[in-house]
């Protein structure tokens, strides 16, 4: 399937690492700072979303995800494009704040 590199696209890390020693919390921790510096917003807890312009992006930003992975754990990253993010659909109980929105952020060059 043919994707073009200027369609925007939103990547999702979901991520279950350990913290059940000191330095597996610490790995977790620096992980978790590494998606935050990438421009990634959380979601629910283990679960991150980042706007990117293009494919072109993604696949970078993917590159340093993979070359930042803790020792230990799984991650996985989806990628979906702006209108299939747009489709989510969110639900919450009465007790719960409303989740943020998401950015409306447009990457320059």
Do not use: N
């Amino acid at each position: 399937m043919f994707r073009s590199p200027y369609l925007s696209v939103w990547l999702i890390a979901l991520f279950d690492l350990p913290t059940d020693t000191p330095d597996a919390r610490k790995s977790y921790a620096v992980f978790r700072k590494h998606l935050l510096s990438q421009g990634f917003t959380m979601l629910q807890y283990s679960v991150y979303a980042r706007y990117c312009s293009g494919e072109d992006k993604a696949k970078i930003i993917r590159r340093r995800i993979r070359q930042s992975l803790p020792p230990d754990g799984e991650v996985r990253v989806i990628t979906l494009t702006d209108t299939q993010y747009g489709k989510m659909q969110i639900f919450h109980g009465k007790l719960r704040q409303p989740p943020d929105k998401a950015p409306l952020q447009v990457e320059m060059f």
